[in-house]
């Protein structure tokens, strides 16, 4: 069946806008005007929807990648054939830009400053002037009538530079931030959460140094006539915001930072969004964010298990809930010298994830001893016959099919755990933990069961590489069943392997060494593997946990017993 390009649509003079989430993978059954990624600029963010339905075959775009128009996004398999070539109305590039497109492109033209003065000039916004006092309006912002405001960012006795934001409006497909025309100190705030704005709502009044007071709202005609009130320095800047004052803004944010789908998605939940943690670049809050924000305070609620409390709902924060003390907060610095790094976006994502993984889960690690000396002899046999293919196989690839032989034979421990059901499941997908410049990852080897040692080697080598190199998608980390922490290439003896959720258990294993062993007559030297176990004890018990270390033992101990 053809194939149907879909591409980015035309976003304006918008060139090379960084993706900041992807909302659909491989698989997926998409239609025509469902959102497809999130874009995002300086000021504003929008959806880019789909300009055909079908099947998503091969999806090109990944987080973090810079696309323009005619980027191509995904190729899929048409829903009708009939209209796979057809691209939609909407999206054609000489058609009309969508809404959220055209939304994107007016917050840019409203943000730059005109050069000169003319009719068709975007102030950043629009004031009146009078002795003490100016009035900051809404500017055009294209055809956009009664946005509602879903954030006010300035309050009455702020001091505000020109170009601040001071609220974000949001369209159904499109959120943009309305900065201000002048500098001032804020008297009044006259919208509120909820209004709803068009060119011409007035936002504020401001006391400027030699400002006035503003008596009515403009017309159209006004706000094009107010332009060449703005001061020349300004009039010749093309960027809303200066480099050095955009960090500034980016590092002081204190608003939530959400694009307009996870704004609804919070608020369908009745989620306070500004509570919510973000772990997407720039601490952009993602679906996932909201979702385990929704679960940590679920489980917090269930925890509570005091007289009076049980099944009721908190509006505390999850870790308020666990009434915790402050995290202690001290100068570090008047110790002696510091250095502060950032955490990098891959360390920031998967520390939210284990921490959540470490609070919301009953652990339990039980540790094992493996005897490797067979397996060891036999791996290193088959590493010498295929020496000449240059084909290699550590020990993870046998961990993994000895895992699964053991999930196998205990179900419960190839399973997630969805409300009061275990989802057992029927396909063996094994991740692997890799370490990585930029931090933790966990590529996953689809179908293990059906895959041989050789297979297993050679999959794992090349996405621990693509791991090292940052270039994993998605597919390739998500639909793990069990996860392997293998430190064995390092050192160790045993530690506590954090559950991967929604998994059920992890196996964590370190560096084999040849200890003596008592045979019944005497100590032989043999090759011993340290294994750690952690499981959830919700869906677990360590009899079952027990059973399950034992039997990877044996056959790692006895590789033929893996056909049994
Ligand atoms: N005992 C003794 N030696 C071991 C061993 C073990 N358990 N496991 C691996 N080795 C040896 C290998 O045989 C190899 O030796 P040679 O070079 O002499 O053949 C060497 O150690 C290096 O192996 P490796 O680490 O490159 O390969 P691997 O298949 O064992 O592991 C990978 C691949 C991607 C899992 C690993 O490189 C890695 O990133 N490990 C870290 C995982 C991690 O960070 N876990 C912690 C998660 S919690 O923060």
């Given at each position: 069946m053809a194939l149907i390009e879909v591409k980015v649509p035309d976003i304006g003079d918008f060139k090379e806008v960084e993706v900041i989430e992807v909302l659909v993978k491989q698989g997926d059954s998409i239609s025509k005007?469902?959102?497809?990624?999130?874009?995002?600029?300086?000021?504003?963010?929008?959806?880019?929807?789909?300009?055909?339905?079908?099947?998503?075959?091969?999806?090109?775009?990944?987080?973090?990648?810079?696309?323009?128009?005619?980027?191509?996004?995904?190729?899929?398999?048409?829903?009708?054939?009939?209209?796979?070539?057809?691209?939609?109305?909407?999206?054609?590039?000489?058609?009309?830009?969508?809404?959220?497109?055209?939304?994107?492109?007016?917050?840019?033209?409203?943000?730059?400053?005109?050069?000169?003065?003319?009719?068709?000039?975007?102030?950043?916004?629009?004031?009146?002037?009078?002795?003490?006092?100016?009035?900051?309006?809404?500017?055009?912002?294209?055809?956009?009538?009664?946005?509602?405001?879903?954030?006010?960012?300035?309050?009455?006795?702020?001091?505000?530079?020109?170009?601040?934001?001071?609220?974000?409006?949001?369209?159904?497909?499109?959120?943009?931030e309305i900065p201000s025309c002048a500098a001032g100190v804020v008297k009044s705030v006259l919208v509120k959460l909820g209004d709803k704005v068009s060119m011409g709502t007035p936002l504020i009044t401001l006391a400027t140094a030699s400002s006035p007071a503003a008596s009515k709202a403009p017309s159209p005609a006004e706000i094009s006539m107010a332009t060449p009130a703005t001061p020349p320095a300004q009039a010749e800047r093309r960027h809303p915001v200066p480099e050095e004052m955009r960090a500034a803004t980016d590092k002081d944010?204190?608003?939530?930072?959400?694009?307009?789908?996870?704004?609804?998605?919070?608020?369908?939940?009745?989620?306070?969004?500004?509570?919510?943690?973000?772990?997407?670049?720039?601490?952009?809050?993602?679906?996932?964010?909201?979702?385990?924000?929704?679960?940590?305070?679920?489980?917090?609620?269930?925890?509570?298990?005091?007289?009076?409390?049980?099944?009721?709902?908190?509006?505390?924060?999850?870790?308020?809930?666990?009434?915790?003390?402050?995290?202690?907060?001290?100068?570090?610095?008047?110790?002696?010298?510091?250095?502060?790094?950032?955490?990098?976006?891959?360390?920031?994502i998967s520390g939210a994830n284990l921490h959540r993984n470490w609070v919301m889960i009953p652990h339990v690690t039980n540790h094992e001893d493996a005897d490797i000396t067979e397996l060891e002899a036999l791996r290193l046999k088959l590493n010498e016959e295929n020496a000449k293919a240059g084909i290699k196989v550590t020990l993870l690839a046998f961990l993994i099919k000895a895992a699964v032989a053991a999930l196998k034979k205990f179900p419960e421990f190839n399973a997630s755990l969805?409300?009061?059901?275990?989802?057992?499941?029927?396909?063996?997908?094994?991740?692997?933990?890799?370490?990585?410049?930029?931090?933790?990852?966990?590529?996953?080897?689809?179908?293990?069961?059906?895959?041989?040692?050789?297979?297993?080697?050679?999959?794992?080598?090349?996405?621990?590489?693509?791991?090292?190199?940052?270039?994993?998608s998605p597919a390739e980390m998500s639909g793990g069943c069990f996860s392997i922490s293998s430190l064995g290439g390092i050192g160790g003896t045993y530690f506590t392997p954090i559950i991967n959720a929604p998994e059920?258990?992890?196996?964590?294993?370190?560096?084999?060494?040849?200890?003596?062993?008592?045979?019944?007559?005497?100590?032989?030297?043999?090759?011993?593997?340290?294994?750690?176990?952690?499981?959830?004890h919700r869906v677990i018990d360590g009899a079952s946990a027990a059973r399950f270390n034992s039997y990877l033992a044996s056959i790692l101990a006895d590789f033929r017993r893996i056909i049994l």
């Open positions: 005007e469902q959102s497809l990624l999130t874009v995002e600029s300086d000021k504003a963010s929008m959806e880019i929807p789909s300009s055909a339905s079908g099947i998503v075959k091969d999806l090109r775009v990944k987080l973090g990648d810079k696309v323009s128009e005619g980027t191509l996004i995904l190729l899929a398999e048409a829903a009708d054939p009939q209209t796979s070539n057809i691209p939609s109305k909407d999206i054609s590039p000489n058609s009309e830009a969508p809404v959220g497109t055209k939304m994107l492109e007016e917050a840019q033209k409203t943000s730059a400053l005109p050069e000169k003065s003319n009719s068709d000039s975007k102030p950043s916004s629009v004031s009146l002037e009078s002795q003490a006092e100016q009035t900051v309006f809404v500017p055009d912002i294209g055809d956009f009538q009664e946005v509602e405001v879903i954030e006010v960012m300035v309050k009455p006795g702020d001091t505000i530079k020109a170009e601040q934001s001071l609220i974000t409006v949001e369209s159904d497909k499109a959120s943009m944010r204190t608003k939530p930072h959400a694009s307009p789908s996870v704004r609804a998605y919070a608020r369908e939940l009745g989620v306070d969004i500004a509570r919510v943690p973000g772990t997407g670049p720039k601490e952009r809050i993602t679906q996932d964010d909201v979702r385990n924000y929704v679960k940590a305070a679920v489980a917090a609620v269930a925890a509570d298990t005091s007289p009076g409390r049980a099944g009721t709902i908190s509006t505390a924060t999850a870790g308020a809930s666990l009434n915790l003390i402050d995290w202690p907060k001290i100068d570090f610095a008047k110790f002696g010298e510091i250095q502060t790094q950032p955490l990098s976006r891959i360390k920031k969805e409300g009061e059901n275990l989802i057992l499941k029927k396909y063996f997908h094994i991740g692997f933990a890799a370490d990585t410049p930029n931090g933790l990852m966990v590529p996953v080897i689809k179908d293990a069961d059906k895959k041989g040692v050789f297979e297993i080697g050679k999959e794992m080598s090349e996405l621990a590489a693509k791991a090292r190199e940052g270039k994993l059920v258990a992890i196996l964590g294993v370190c560096r084999s060494s040849t200890r003596p062993v008592w045979n019944g007559k005497e100590f032989e030297p043999r090759l011993i593997l340290p294994l750690s176990l952690s499981w959830d």
